[in-house]
């Protein structure tokens, strides 16, 4: 158990749609990344967040939007989804102090886009 | 950007067989990561290393930082470490990470 939870575990959505998937960090860390792993790929990175401010993006549209609050659990917003969303999105947290630290993921939102 | 490279793809052993994975990167790196997931998804951090070697349990890591190259060795594999290995550094000495595509493991009884 990594402290880390994630919700919902499994989601249906249709094309066009949107959706919000959530996650809580491990308690103390102040740092989210999320990641999106597709079917049989490594996980590619999305954004992070460092005290509710974005601090990175990847290679991913804006529809891709995401919210840290200050209890430091965090928000994944996918607009206007389409069929090639379908994937295992992970949440992983850290406590970003300088130096070298460690992520800890939570169990992931697998979305299928139908 | 650190491009991360895993070897073998698919790995099947017998219980008992000492396992040896291999991971090597292009930039260097402060640490690098291993990582376990299990089908279902969820991803287990098992190590993370700068120098050296690192154990716990049947598990060990090295990491060689001049050559670029980690391995994750398993010793007496079990069925249970049936999964699918994966490792990981930072981007541009950042904490965002670059993963492998990992090595799937099956261990047969």
């Known amino acids: 158990e990594t402290g880390v939870t994630q919700s919902p575990t499994h989601l249906i959505k249709t094309r066009g749609q949107q959706v919000t998937l959530r996650c809580s960090s491990q308690s103390g860390h102040n740092t989210v990344s999320w990641y999106q792993q597709a079917l049989g790929q490594g996980p590619q990175f999305i954004f992070q967040?460092?005290?509710?401010?974005?601090?990175g993006r990847g290679n991913f549209p804006p529809r891709f939007s995401g919210l840290q609050f200050p209890n430091y659990s965090s928000e994944l917003n996918v607009n206007a989804l389409e069929l090639d969303d379908s994937a295992l999105y992970l949440c992983a947290s850290s406590l970003r102090t300088g130096g070298v630290y460690e992520q800890y993921f939570g169990p992931g939102t697998r979305l299928t886009v139908t | 950007k650190n491009e991360v490279e895993q070897s073998p793809q698919n790995l099947t052993a017998q219980e008992g067989e000492f396992i040896t994975i291999n991971c090597s990167y292009s930039v260097g790196i402060s640490a690098l990561h291993w990582l376990q997931q299990h089908p279902g998804g969820g991803i287990v951090s098992l190590f993370m290393?700068?120098?050296g070697k690192k154990k716990h349990g049947r598990l060990i890591a090295t990491i060689n930082i001049q050559e670029k190259h980690s391995s994750l060795h398993i010793t007496a594999s079990h069925p249970r470490d049936s999964a699918v290995y994966i490792c990981?550094?930072?981007?541009?000495?950042?904490?965002?990470?670059?993963f492998g595509k990992g090595t799937k493991l099956t261990v047969n009884p």
């Open positions: 990981a550094v930072p981007q541009g000495g950042s904490e965002k990470l670059v």
């Open positions: 967040y460092y005290r509710e401010e974005e601090n």
């Open positions: 290393l700068s120098s």
